[in-house]
Nanobody, 117 residues
Framework: QVQLVESGGGLVQAGGSLRLSCAAS????????MGWYRQAPGKQRDLVAS???????NYADSVKGRFTISRDNAKNTVYLQMNNLKPEDTAVYYC???????????WGQGTQVTVSS
């Protein structure tokens, strides 16, 4: 069984920074996609950042220039560095890792990010 454990969420003032971590309990072979999603109350769960096995990154327009997705293969961990946070970034953030052989992927448990003005 693979577990994705998220950490790093919390309460921060507008303009502040947080770094979210998503650590897999073991190495997952054949990963072709890793992403961070977020879901605010009453809203759909949206993809905010992704990175492919080859290192290509993509970002939602709302976070471009502020968020950076990265990975550390040695630690089986994917990160989301969030800078210049805004109140509208408030949401539960979920990581997702999709091996080529498991299209539904694995999900983290979610971590709350709250940005106050």
């Amino acid at each position: 069984q693979v577990q994705l454990v998220e950490s790093g969420g919390g309460l921060v003032q507008a303009g502040g920074s947080l770094r979210l971590s998503c650590a897999a309990s073991r190495t997952i072979p054949g990963i072709n996609f890793m992403g961070w999603y977020r879901q605010a109350p009453g809203k759909q769960r949206d993809l905010v950042a992704s990175i492919t096995a080859g290192g290509t990154t993509n970002y939602a327009d709302s976070v471009k220039g502020r968020f950076t997705i990265s990975r550390d293969n040695a630690k089986n961990t994917v990160y989301l560095q969030m800078n210049n946070l805004k109140p509208e970034d408030t949401a539960v953030y979920y990581c997702n890792v999709r091996p080529i052989w498991r299209p539904e992927g694995y999900w983290g448990q979610g971590t709350q990010v709250t940005v106050s003005s």
